[in-house]
């Protein structure tokens, strides 16, 4: 059972947290003492965050309108403060810790772009966008957008992105960062489940439900090294179960192991 709109809105609401307040003091001083290898993974992964966090705020301002329901709308916008939100957190990350130049957002984001793995600005830069301008033309349903948005983008490419961050931060190094990339991480599971309800309006033929899981497999590699195989293996075992208990693969397929992951 998957719940309504309301629940997600009234969930939205009560989950929100405020990206400027959290201290990154500590994270700020103890960065440049990580060790080289470290620091160099961490910086894709938050430079990535950076960049998709920006471009899914942006591109889901058409989802909105096409919700159609009012109720579905509303929780779009929810989502969408969460993801300016995100945004405006990894922003202050590139600013304190990546070198990027605090003042000129323009020059702090060209800064940024040049950290992360071409494949991952693919989907974000190219693939999202073309999907948004679709919903917004008229040329493909809300449906076609959520399933790459929430479903391969948030479901499988940022899930992986903020398992990895976790993994690395778990010893505490980086305090701050490792709150706000759970607060993250806990709005974004709400999305998703949203993704998951909105699915349930599809057309059973349409194409780009039909390649969910081959998506999903094709996208899990985007971040490069910066991901490690078995976190890849993990976050697509959970994209296989939610598209199975939405029913869009057979249960049996759900538990079956992928011999690529990315
Ligand atoms: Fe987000
Ligand atoms: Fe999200």
């Known amino acids: 059972m998957i719940a309504g709109p309301r629940y997600f809105a009234a969930l939205a609401a009560r989950l929100r947290w405020d990206a400027d307040t959290l201290d990154l003091t500590a994270d700020a001083e103890s960065w440049s003492a990580l060790d080289p290898a470290r620091r160099s993974r961490l910086t894709v992964l938050?430079?990535?965050?950076c960049i998709a966090e920006?471009?899914?705020?942006?591109?889901?301002a058409p989802f909105e309108p096409a919700a159609k329901d009012p109720a579905m709308a509303a929780v779009f916008a929810a989502q969408r403060a969460d993801e300016r939100r995100h945004y405006r957190l990894f922003d202050r990350?590139?600013?304190l810790m990546l070198g990027a130049p605090?003042?000129?957002p323009g020059s702090r984001r060209r800064f940024v772009r040049a950290l992360v793995p071409p494949p991952l600005l693919d989907l974000f830069e190219r693939r999202l966008p073309e999907t948004a301008s679709a919903l917004s033309?008229?040329?493909?349903?809300?449906?076609?957008?959520?399933?790459?948005y929430h479903l391969i983008l948030e479901g499988v490419v940022l899930?992986?992105?903020?398992?990895?961050?976790l993994a690395?931060?778990?010893?505490g190094a980086l305090p701050g960062v490792r709150r706000g990339v759970e607060l993250v991480e806990r709005d974004e599971r709400w999305h998703v489940g949203f993704g998951l309800r909105c699915m349930l309006a599809r057309d059973p033929g349409s194409a780009s439900v039909l390649t969910l899981l081959e998506e999903g497999q094709?996208?899990?590699?985007?971040?490069?090294?910066?991901v490690s195989a078995e976190i890849r293996s993990r976050v697509l075992a959970q994209h296989r179960r939610r598209l199975a208990a939405i029913g869009l693969i057979p249960e049996a397929r759900a538990h079956a192991t992928v011999g690529r992951s990315g």
């Open 46 to 49: 938050l430079a990535g965050f």
């Open 54 to 60: 920006s471009r899914v705020a942006d591109e889901l």
């Open 93 to 95: 990350i590139a600013a």
């Open 102 to 104: 605090p003042g000129d």
């Open 137 to 148: 033309g008229g040329r493909a349903e809300l449906v076609d957008a959520v399933a790459l």
């Open 159 to 165: 899930s992986a992105g903020q398992h990895a961050l």
């Open 168 to 171: 690395e931060l778990g010893d």
């Open 218 to 226: 094709a996208a899990i590699g985007a971040w490069g090294p910066a």
